[in-house]
């Protein structure tokens, strides 16, 4: 069976109607629904195990209209296992940390005499802070069932666009959506499929970057586990728009869930007819492949991953030329992340005004952010740009755990900086970030108590980017050793005042004259320390008359000056 | 490989300000040769642009070519000037603190990680690295920590790499990979602990290296250098009971004189003559006398293999490294070359039978060293097939380097020594061999003889200007009588892959075909004098290499005397029983890693 246009398509829609009242938090009429979020986080917690469990107790008890549905990650990675329960006529209960002796007393106090489980239901009152847009369907639908995709609009938007639309309207509609690259350089996407389509040349490429390696981060990975297919679907979006009829997805091969997940995607879309020729009835050709990364950081720089793509030294390139000029082996190139890609298709059926109303005025949508270290609530969050540090970390993330107080967060992973408590109350954009002293980056999020040495913090981001510095040029490649050498010194407590005046000097060096993103963002964690916790430097100096000498608002003011 | 340079009046001319001054350029050059157009030196390490040889090392790495561009760019206002294309109203300065602060700094923190033993190292006084420190005034190294610590790889007899000396300009790599396409070398590691070497960092001797030595020529530092054997010469000249003869490749009296300050190009065969006279060589002869016999052996061979239909086209077989390349690379395709052996292997059988038994020397006794501007003819001297009678052919093959150094270290005064000739017999050359140091000249040196031959009609013009230029892949057709040869030349490996290839495929028909590892043939051998990227160095020992044909009387080899005499008196006929089993050899298949 072949889906050959818009017809066929709702055609399917309809016989499945029934699934798309999930999305929108109802069950199906006469059935219980179980959803067991069967991410790597859930896996890895059991839940396979609560998914067995659920069905044996099931069979057993000889329960009809029951169904376990594996889905992706709903995103409270502090509660896994995960299992929401719909039942019909009753709003959604999603239980935490649900193991296998815990299912009998869900199947029976839940399920049969329908009174929830208060023990292991999750009470997380600030939901509705959270907008899902890219994470729209994580956690709701069977990702390798292609069939609960198209029954919540899945290839919808391709289908309109490749039927109904011009590809320099697509273009023009992201552009008008505001939509910025996820990926953290903030690039607007519209322009940069725009670009690449005004290359010369007949072959084109458009690449899904999902080379996702910052500590910490795992957005991306959520998305391919929960969603694989919104990414297919925007690839052949943006093929169709940029004049591309190949997409690679360069994905780490650390990943093996996401890869599955999106290898059985990729043949169900080819089945369905939706990747291949004639996508929809159309002139339009496109088919994509996947690329295995072997997990270098570095990989994720667009010219290192067109590098790696060729089978070459994953390193990155000089720019320009930019991959849009000469990509792929030469031939113009988009490159974009899985986030960026998730936003796609809503932005086609939805249209680009109903996106660029929500979040601020020049970052518009949500982003997904991956909240860790001392807060309650680790997990995925997904959230409108505009939203506070202090709303993120209190009411979504639950606040700083086991009481303490909060310190500082880390945004943008390596590359980032920390921020400190009197930017709690900066609404977060790309812009409002860099101006703090730190970055989006991807969207981790690393919270701080006053437990944490901000010192220590920075060394291990700073090992963290030396160990992926690809070699390439001297001040990464050297620099961020000699920088991390100067900082180990200083955390043994050997270190003296000009080892901290040497260490700043080499961080504006490194930041300045290296060939690429990590290497110009690798100081980032030492500087922005610098600039808040200088204190904490200080007090590793052992000579106590040098700390009297060193004035340090003095300091801080001039190492704002060299900004 | 990298197209060839757009020619500039096609292109938009755009103002840009260096420095204050305002300048116009051709839209897409670098800033780095737009300051070079006003005057304005920029330094730089790891760029290299050998526009001629189609190596442009672009990789941006050492970030020691930093500038400043003034804000409103929109982009990062520190830029490397060797790749940052300019741009219309480009306002750009080179002597900012921030640059040179930048600048500075990369250099101090390359000698951080450099073994700082300049006294002791092979390249003191030509290393790019050092020159820079000195030209940027580095005074001091501030940040000082672990430096790589890698043991030497001294397995190959030709090239010793040195990865603690590496800072990874891939200089080497991009010689290897896009112009000689050996793909050898290419960058190992990553981070701190990243330097460059042949896959899974294996020894280069069990790699497919062919020891051309390009990647020698273009190395900054002493990362790669040649096997030094200058000691070994030493004590042969200084031992009571060896006979040490020495010869001299055609390509080293184009050259030598660099290294003692004269102008490129300079001939210098007298001086050099003389100067290996006083350094107490008991013979001082001439590699070209073994070209001459090349000659004889490859024009036999030739009209040998035209006439009984054998295997076309013959592929020359001077170049030990572009024979180490078929060995490995063309496995399939060892029945074309000529089964000469290089000319100085020639001449060192020849040495050990025809000169120890005339002389009544034990050829035990004799030792010959050759003086090669090629690092691939160390490792071919120790080829075991090129024995005879359980002694080398050749024993020692030192560079023009070397015997500089060794000069140097003699104390002799080069530039004002007096002129002086070979010694006999071996000494006496034609013009015909004196070309062998180009590309395209031991062909047409070939071609001369086997003209001759073939028509019985002496050449009126010697000179074959088709087989000359510039171009690293050649074509020609030659009449001689009423046929005619067609002729092939490739110098550089990656154009004698596409010649072979070509072969291999059916797609072109040769009679001929020389090929030469080195881009531009052996004046620009890894064994000269560094060229330091300046290619105009190469052009004119080219030139000299034809002037010093023009200059002789003899300029056919099958004329020289002393060739005809060995031949009548030992050899008997050319491409005959016993030349061949002194002259010729064979090659084999060998692993491609």
Redesign the interface.
């Known amino acids: 069976m072949k889906i050959c246009s818009l017809d066929d398509l709702s055609k399917i829609r309809n016989d499945r109607r029934s699934l798309n009242s999930r999305i929108n938090g109802r069950s199906i009429e006469d059935r219980i629904e179980i959803l067991v979020g069967l991410a790597t986080c859930g896996i890895s917690s059991g839940a396979k195990e609560t998914q067995l469990a659920f069905e044996n107790e099931i069979k057993e008890k000889n329960f009809k209209n029951i169904s376990v549905i594996p889905v992706g990650c709903i995103g409270n990675c502090y509660s896994e296992p995960t299992v929401q329960i719909n039942v019909p006529g009753q709003s959604p209960v999603i239980y935490g940390r649900v193991h296998v002796q815990d299912v009998p007393e869900i199947i029976e106090k839940h399920i049969r005499d329908g009174i929830p489980v208060d023990r292991l239901a999750l009470t997380n009152p600030v939901d509705n802070k959270q907008m899902r847009i890219a994470l729209r369907h994580c956690g709701l639908i069977n990702p390798e069932d292609i069939f609960e995709y198209l029954a919540c609009d899945g290839y919808e938007a391709l289908g309109c666009a490749v039927t109904q639309m011009s590809p320099e309207f697509i273009i023009d509609e992201v552009k008008k959506s505001g939509l910025r690259g996820r990926g953290g350089g903030g690039f607007p996407t519209g322009v940069k499929w725009e670009i690449t389509r005004a290359q010369p040349g007949e072959r084109k490429y458009i690449i899904c970057n999902a080379d996702e390696g910052d500590p910490g981060a795992f957005m991306d990975r959520s998305i391919l586990e929960g969603d694989p297919h919104c990414v297919l679907e925007a690839m052949a979006i943006g093929g169709y728009a940029l004049g591309a009829d190949q997409g690679i997805i360069y994905i780490r091969a650390e990943y093996p869930l996401a890869v599955s997940r999106l290898n059985t995607a990729i043949s169900q879309a080819r089945k369905l007819g939706l990747l291949g020729p004639n996508i929809f009835g159309s002139n339009f050709n496109f088919d994509i492949r996947i690329k295995y990364g072997a997990g270098a950081f570095v990989c994720g720089e667009e010219t290192a991953l067109i590098n790696s793509c060729e089978g070459k030294r994953g390193e990155p390139n000089f720019k320009p030329p930019y991959p849009a000029q000469k990509g792929y082996w030469g031939y113009p190139t988009c490159v974009n992340n899985v986030e960026t890609f998730a936003n796609i298709a809503p932005i086609i059926t939805k249209g680009s005004s109903w996106f660029a109303s929500i979040g601020t005025e020049k970052s518009k949508g949500t982003k997904v952010f991956a909240l860790a270290g001392k807060i309650n609530n680790v997990g995925l969050a997904e959230v409108p740009m505009g939203i506070t540090l202090r709303e993120l970390i209190y009411e979504i993330g639950g606040g700083i755990r086991d009481g303490h107080k909060f310190k500082a967060i880390q945004t943008g992973g390596p590359s980032g900086g920390v921020i400190s408590e009197e930017y709690l109350d900066t609404p977060i954009d790309y812009d409002n970030l860099i101006e703090i002293g730190s970055m989006m980056g991807s969207g981790g999020m690393i919270v701080m108590d006053e437990t944490d040495n901000m010192v220590n913090i920075a060394k291990f981001y700073l090992e963290f980017s030396m160990d992926e510095s690809c070699g390439r040029c001297t001040p990464c490649r050297i620099g961020t050793k000699r920088m991390y050498e100067i900082i180990n010194k200083i955390t043994s407590g050997k270190g003296t005042m000009a080892d901290l005046n040497s260490l700043k000097q080499l961080t504006y060096m490194v930041r300045d004259s290296s060939l690429c993103g990590l290497g110009q963002s690798a100081p980032n964690p030492v500087i922005s320390t610098m600039k808040h916790f200088m204190s904490e430097y200080l007090a590793f100096i052992p000579d106590p008359r040098a700390k009297l000498k060193f004035n340090v608002n003095k300091h801080s003011r001039k190492s704002k000056k060299a900004d | 490989m990298l197209e060839p340079k757009e020619a500039d009046d096609h292109k938009e001319i755009i103002p840009i300000k260096i420095n204050d001054q305002n300048i116009t350029v051709p839209v897409g050059i670098t800033i780095l040769e737009a300051a070079h157009q006003i005057g304005i030196r920029i330094p730089t390490l790891c760029h290299l642009d050998l526009h001629d040889i189609k190596m442009v090392n ?7 070519c ?1 500038v400043e561009l003034s804000k409103g760019n929109n982009r ?1 206002d ?1 830029v ?1 000037a060797c ?3 300019v741009t219309r109203d480009m306002e750009i300065r080179t002597d900012t603190l ?1 640059a040179i ?2 600048r500075r ?2 250099v101090e ?2 000698l ?2 450099h073994p700082n033993e300049c006294f002791t190292c092979p390249k003191n006084l030509e290393c790019e690295l050092q020159a820079l420190a000195a030209e940027l005034g580095v005074r001091q190294i ?2 000082e ?2 430096r790589m610590d890698y043991p030497k790889d001294v397995s190959s007899d030709a090239i010793v790499k040195d990865a603690n000396k590496c ?2 300009c ?1 200089r080497c790599e991009t010689m290897c990979n896009e112009v000689q396409t050996c793909g050898i070398l ?2 190992i ?6 330097f460059v070497g042949p896959a899974f960092n294996i020894p280069m001797a069990e790699s497919s290296c062919t020891y051309c030595g390009q990647c020698v020529q273009v190395c900054p530092t002493a990362a790669l250098t040649e096997v030094n054997h200058t000691d070994k010469v030493w004590e042969a000249l200084n031992d009571p009971d060896k006979h040490v003869v020495v010869q001299t490749a055609p390509a080293i009296r184009a050259a030598l004189g660099e290294l003692f300050n004269m102008e490129a190009g300079t001939l210098v065969t007298g001086k050099m003559v003389t100067a290996l006279k006083r350094m107490d060589f008991d013979a001082v002869f001439d590699t070209n006398f073994g070209a001459d016999i090349t000659v004889m052996e490859e024009a036999t061979e030739l009209i040998y293999r035209m006439n009984n239909e054998k295997r076309l086209p013959m592929l020359t077989s001077c170049c030990p490294a572009w024979v180490k390349f078929i060995e490995h690379q063309f496995p399939e395709l060892l029945d074309v070359p000529s089964t000469c052996k290089s000319p100085h292997i020639m001449f060192g059988t020849i040495a050990k039978t025809y000169y120890a038994e005339k002389n009544e020397i034990d050829p035990d006794n004799i030792v010959v060293v050759s003086v090669m501007p090629c690092i691939a003819k160390k490792a071919e001297a120790k080829r075991p097939e090129l024995t005879k009678d359980e002694h080398n052919n050749v024993d020692i093959v030192i560079t023009t380097r070397e015997l500089g150094a060794m000069i140097k270290e003699a104390g002799i005064e080069f530039a004002e020594l007096p002129e002086s000739d070979f010694d006999s017999p071996m000494g006496m050359a034609s013009g015909a061999a004196a070309i062998f140091g180009n590309t395209g000249g031991v062909i047409e040196a070939v071609i001369r003889t086997a003209c001759e031959w073939i028509t019985g009609d002496p050449l009126d013009n010697v000179e074959f200007d088709q087989l000359r230029g510039a171009n690293g892949l050649r074509k020609a057709a030659i009449k001689v009588g009423n046929k005619e040869l067609r002729i092939g030349i490739a110098s550089g490996l990656g154009n004698a892959r596409q010649l072979l290839e070509q072969i291999r495929d059916g797609k072109e028909d040769y009679d001929a075909i020389e090929i030469m590892a080195c881009p531009g043939g052996c004046v620009a051998g890894g064994g000269q004098p560094y060229h330091h990227g300046n290619y105009e160095i190469v052009r004119k020992r080219q030139e000299a290499i034809y002037q010093e044909d023009k200059n002789k009387q003899l300029r056919k080899a099958h004329e020289n005397i002393e060739v005809l005499k060995l031949y009548k008196e030992y050899l008997g006929e050319p491409y005959g029983e016993f030349a061949q089993d002194l002259l010729h050899t064979h090659f084999e298949e060998r692993e491609r890693i």
């Open positions: 672009k990789t941006s790495s050492c970030r020691v930093m990062n520190l490397p790749v940052t294309p921030r602060r930048a700094m990369a923190l390359l951080s990680n501030r940040w920590g672990e800072i990874y891939r290419s960058g590691g990553r981070g701190f602990d990243s």
